[in-house]
T-cell receptor, first 113, second 113 residues
Framework: DQQVKQNSPSLSVQEGRISILNCDYT??????FLWYKKYPAEGPTFLIS?????DKNEDGRFTVFLNKSAKHLSLHIVPSQPGDSAVYFC????????????FGSGTQLTVLP | DSGVTQTPKHLITATGQRVTLRCSPR?????VYWYQQSLDQGLQFLIQ???????AKGNILERFSAQQFPDLHSELNLSSLELGDSALYFC????????????FGDGTRLSIL
């Protein structure tokens, strides 16, 4: 049972445009959500997070939106840069889980110059 | 550089053998998490330690065990290895177990021949 789903395995975007990566979850107990970026041969790198008491969190070019009623979150990258090309993982956790992360399957983002 | 150090980077061994993977968390982090990334299962939580004590178990096989030492480094022991254990094993650490992101090492790639 996939509790965190990233339905788009890949996304291509032109440099300078907006990249929107989506994530859906099924477990209503999740209360903290994170996005990670992963390059080949490296570990996941933390990008941005949001707790369930918020609906938006911004950090530079990265903004995460949370829609609790739809159990949906998205990551916006504006403007997209070629160096953003990587696999992006959505992850979720809840306080009763000792904060173990449940990951989505990832979306490969390619930013075209 | 996340500050989380994993050794070795690569391990090649045979079925039936036993290996130990090592993780040094970021300075000040008390929680250590182990994850397995295989081609068909994605990133899956294995086990968590907090300040030397086991906190949570995920999809960890009985052939696998872990511990966290007084200096907070952790080891993941894999025994009676099978071909299906070939995967990337990641360690992550965080300050505690509340609304704090986990930071990942670059992983150990285990290949079973």
């Amino acid at each position: 049972d996939q509790q965190v789903k990233q339905n788009s395995p890949s996304l291509s975007v032109q440099e300078g445009r907006i990249s929107i990566l989506n994530c859906d979850y099924t477990n209503s107990m999740f209360d903290y959500f994170l996005w990670y970026k992963k390059y080949p041969a490296e570990g996941p790198t933390f990008l941005i997070s949001i707790s369930s008491i918020k609906d938006k969190n911004e950090d530079g070019r990265f903004t995460v939106f949370l829609n609790k009623s739809a159990k949906h979150l998205s990551l916006h990258i504006v403007p997209s840069q070629p160096g953003d090309s990587a696999v992006y993982f959505c992850a979720a956790t809840f306080s009763g889980s000792a904060r173990q992360l449940t990951f989505g399957s990832g979306t490969q983002l390619t930013v075209l110059p | 550089d996340s500050g989380v150090t994993q050794t070795p980077k690569h391990l090649i061994t045979a079925t039936g053998q036993r290996v130990t993977l090592r993780c040094s968390p970021r300075s000040g982090d008390l929680s250590v998490y182990w994850y397995q990334q295989s081609l068909d299962q994605g990133l899956q939580f294995l086990i968590q330690y907090y300040n030397g004590e086991e906190r949570a178990k995920g999809n960890i096989l009985e052939r696998f065990s872990a511990q966290q030492f007084p200096d907070l480094h952790s080891e993941l022991n894999l025994s009676s290895l099978e071909l299906g254990d070939s995967a990337l094993y990641f360690c992550a650490s965080s300050v505690g177990d509340r609304y704090q992101p986990q930071h990942f090492g670059d992983g150990t790639r285990l290949s079973i021949l």
